[in-house]
């Protein structure tokens, strides 16, 4: 376990310098620095209310730090164009709003508005980035259903396809396979994974389910009431005491007999039947 790297944050393409970040006068994060590393998959981990979808929302520019900077390649965020800023880095937020009577493809292909402009009209890189985003969520057959026709987990994809077509080195995902049945959330963490792994993304996910971050996380960021507890730079390493910790669960660490990495079940009250 290692604090926060304050070092390499001119080499990383997305990090957060010292944010404190506010509602009205709520502090949700208080002198907050995370790095997102290239190409890896760093995922957001805590309990309910520690300030994860905060600190994400703030790494987008959605939330502006009251102090403190978030720096997209070097730069500062909050100098920089929002077309620009969209070019680079996509984000799938939580619970995203369905706009009215909007079909699936037509969803999907608003990912590419970034790319769009006076000069620059539709194209076939476009069109091809749309097809691979359908292609690769697996919701090509919904293509031309309305978005409000469909289950709670066929919209989560439509909205990965939709963040997927923006095309971006870097993607941050709030919760993304919290709606999804098990076979759509192992897919869709799959796939978030190869993101990082076969196509050098850079990718910060918010994740509620501690075993998925430890299966596919290269490194977790863990937060407590609004600060970094600590990041595990393997997340091999993380132990009963850590889970106890930061989430107050009493756990048992148990080894996942395909990947050989750690996986915790909750443990009964001590005396209580099985
Ligand atoms: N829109 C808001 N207005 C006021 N306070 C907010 C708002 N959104 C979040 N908060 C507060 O900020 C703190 C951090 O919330 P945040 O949603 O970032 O936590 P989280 O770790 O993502 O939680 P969860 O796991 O429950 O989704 C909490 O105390 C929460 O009550």
Redesign the pocket.
Known sequence: MTAPDQGLHETAPLAALNIDVS??R?R??AGVSMLAPAGRLTVLA??????????L?ALSRILKPVSGAVLLDGRAMSDMPTREIARTLGLLP?GPLVPEGITVYDLVCRGRYPHQGFLKQWSAADEEAVGRALSVTGVEALASRPVESLSGGQRQRCFIAMTLAQETAILLFD?PVTFLDLRYQVEVMELIASLSRRHGRTVVA?L?DINAALQYADRIVF?KD?RIHDVLENPADCSEEHIHTVFGAKVTRVTHPLTGKPAFLPSPPTGAAP
């Open positions: 509602y009205g709520e949700a994060l805590g309990p309910n209310g520690s300030g994860k979808s905060t600190l929302s939580q919760e918010v509620h937060l609004g």
